[in-house]
């Protein structure tokens, strides 16, 4: 158990009540999370770096069973296949990085 877990859901719960989440689905489990693009950088040492920008979206940990880098993914409708999962802070939340199949 996280400290603070039960203000996250919480949180994400008025969120979604907002408009201001998106839902996540994987296999039958659906649940709220943040969708988030971020641009970053490649090869910012070379002459001109690239600017990529990936899309992300962060959930609660452990709340999608199966959740593992390859897992086929929906995010606000949008098919995705996880890239990776990147636990952050104390390991409450997680962010996904999502690549389109």
Known sequence: MYLGESDITAILADLAAAGGGVEVTLGGTTVTGLLDREAIEILGDQMPGVIAAEEMVHV????????????AITV????????????????????????KP
Do not use: C, I, N
């Open 60 to 71: 609660q940990s452990e709340v999608l069973p199966g959740l593992q880098s390859g897992a």
């Open 76 to 99: 606000g409708g949008t098919a995705y296949t996880v890239l990776k999962v990147l636990p952050y802070g104390d390991g409450a939340m997680v962010r996904v990085a999502l690549r």
